[in-house]
């Protein structure tokens, strides 16, 4: 089960006018927001990727302003595990259970959550916060990734397993994430 004190938040590559072409569009973007924003109040811990920032360009405006106080890891492989600053940083996390929403499902989420799993950390794919161009292939990338062993959930799903209590003081604040 996922808890505030055993998860984390992994934000893969969000960049850029890709970012703007998901399956999905807005409504994807608004819900990795929320998702941000909930792992905020929470206090997880939140690992931020960028591919190729210098061709891909920066993370979309509306999820690098959630992200303030938090630098990006810059990396060049698909696999963000072969990023030596992306290992130490979850490893000084120290998190068995780390949530993954970013693009593109199919090549960067599903390469780094495949590595992720066989370094023997759980992962939950945020299936509403991921995305690919086309649907059909976040599909596949779900589908393979759910048969390496990841869990699946959903924004409201995950945020509400974390709060587990509506008379949490941050119920609140994350029902109004969501709505």
Known sequence: MLNCHNTGLIIVDIQ??????MDGGEQYINHCQALIGGA???NLPIIWLEQNPEKLGNTHPNIASLLNGINPITKYTFDACREPNFLAAI??????????CGIEAHICV????????QNNYQVHLVND??????????????NKLQHLGARITGLEMALFELVKDCRDERFKIILNLIK
């Open 40 to 42: 905020k109040e929470l």
């Open 16 to 21: 850029g006018k890709l970012a703007t072409l």
């Open 91 to 100: 490893a000084k996390e120290n998190k068995p259970n780390w949530l993954v």
């Open 110 to 117: 599903y390469q780094t959550a495949a590595s992720l799993l």
């Open 129 to 142: 916060c991921i995305a690919s161009r086309k649907l059909e292939n976040k599909q596949l990338a779900v």
